[in-house]
């Protein structure tokens, strides 16, 4: 039993999509395992759409997760397994996520009907130690974590340094005055957000902590701003926490 930070991580398409054309971000939730087998899941999937869940444990360790999205036009479902393994404690491949066609929505307007495959990965989560993802001592000169944001519109990636404490959690920024984003962390859940500048906007970001081998650090998504184009759509991007 216990609380577990899971990511969705975005991947590649078979067949093959283009990138505009769904998530490059990553989505998020905190997992609760009760002793009683009970398990409940909240978050956000990479499109900026709210996830919540329920389910039981079956006998062999796996979930059957699934939760009902868009008033009943979509889904994301799959198995996901509790193991203690080097790189998780929990993971699930090729999930099918459901998205219908939304003519006036902002983002991903044509969805993708017949769905896309997104992954799970999650670690137990417990502070302190989930709060150090190798990032090492504070350094208010340089920092000792990246913020990295990628894709969604972005002419390149961008590269921010930050200080995120290894025991706290607590957050100071590079510079500290002045900085061009701003990062949030709640150290008893692990879910960060925070706004970076892209061009002449800002967005806003959202992600979680995930502590376990070649997984350490921080998942998460962006949406791009919406230029004032008729027709125009923006898309999701990826963020990551390393250190």
């Known amino acids: 039993k216990g609380v577990y930070t899971v990511a969705f991580p975005s991947k590649e398409q078979s067949p093959v999509l283009t990138a505009s054309a769904y998530p490059q971000g990553d989505g998020y939730a905190t997992l609760t395992l009760t ?20 389910g039981f444990l079956r006998a062999d360790g796996t979930l059957p997760f699934f939760a009902s999205l868009y008033k009943k036009l979509g889904l994301v479902a799959g198995d996901i397994t509790f193991a203690d393994l080097a790189n998780s404690d929990l993971s699930g491949s090729d999930l099918i996520w459901i998205r ?28 302190p130690a989930a709060l150090d993802f190798g990032q090492g001592a504070v350094n208010t000169v340089n920092g000792n974590a990246a913020l990295v944001l990628t894709d969604g519109q972005l002419a390149a990636t961008i590269t ?84």
């Open 35 to 54: 002793n009683a087998g009970t398990i409940t899941v909240l978050g956000k999937l990479a499109d900026g759409t709210a996830l919540s869940a329920s």
């Open 100 to 127: 219908p066609n939304q003519r006036t929505a902002r983002y991903y307007r044509y969805g993708w009907e017949t769905g896309i495959r997104i992954d799970a990965v999650g670690a137990k989560y417990i502070t």
């Open 160 to 243: 921010h340094n930050v200080n995120v404490a290894p025991t706290t959690g607590a957050v100071t920024h590079i510079p500290a005055t002045g900085a061009p984003y701003k990062l949030t962390l709640t150290a008893s859940t692990g879910v960060f957000t925070g706004t970076f500048t892209h061009g002449a906007d800002t967005d806003q970001y959202y992600g979680v902590l995930i502590n376990k081998g070649a997984n350490k650090g921080g998942f998460g998504y962006f949406l791009s701003t919406v230029p004032f184009i008729y027709g125009a759509s923006g898309e999701s991007g990826g963020v990551s926490l390393q250190p």
